[in-house]
Nanobody, 125 residues
Framework: QVQLVESGGGLVRPGESLRLSCAVS????????MGWFRQAPGEQPVFVGAISSTGSTTYYDASVRDRFTISRDGAMNTVYLQIYNLQPGDTGVYYCAAVEHTGTIRSRAIQYTYWGQGTQVTVSS
């Protein structure tokens, strides 16, 4: 049974940082690309970035490229999303998602097979 469990969200002030975690079980992380998505209330999930199955390649949406960093720890079967200088526009539920690696990092939510339950991030002063 595949499980993706996000954690690390919370209420933060503008300018602060957060590290979100996605603990993965039931699949071999080295065979899957991992994506992160943000969903604001009433909207569809939006791609923020992804990391390849080997961890050698990362890809970010241009709007977050200078503030978001994705990494992975194969030994811990965990993927991370580090967010710096949080802004109110970063508010939303953050989901991690997995798709079997085929050579191209995917950026559309519909392309991902497995999803976690999400973790809420709220940025407010």
């Amino acid at each position: 049974q595949v499980q993706l469990v996000e954690s690390g969200g919370g209420l933060v002030r503008p300018g602060e940082s957060l590290r979100l975690s996605c603990a993965v079980s039931g699949l071999t992380l080295s065979h899957y690309d991992m994506g992160w998505f943000r969903q604001a209330p009433g909207e569809q999930p939006v791609f923020v970035g992804a990391i390849s199955s080997t961890g050698s390649t990362t890809y970010y949406d241009a709007s977050v490229r200078d503030r978001f960093t994705i990494s992975r720890d194969g030994a811990m079967n965990t993927v991370y999303l580090q967010i710096y200088n949080l802004q109110p526009g970063d508010t939303g539920v953050y989901y991690c998602a997995a798709v079997e690696h085929t050579g191209t990092i995917r950026s559309r939510a519909i392309q991902y097979t497995y999803w976690g339950q999400g973790t809420q991030v709220t940025v407010s002063s």
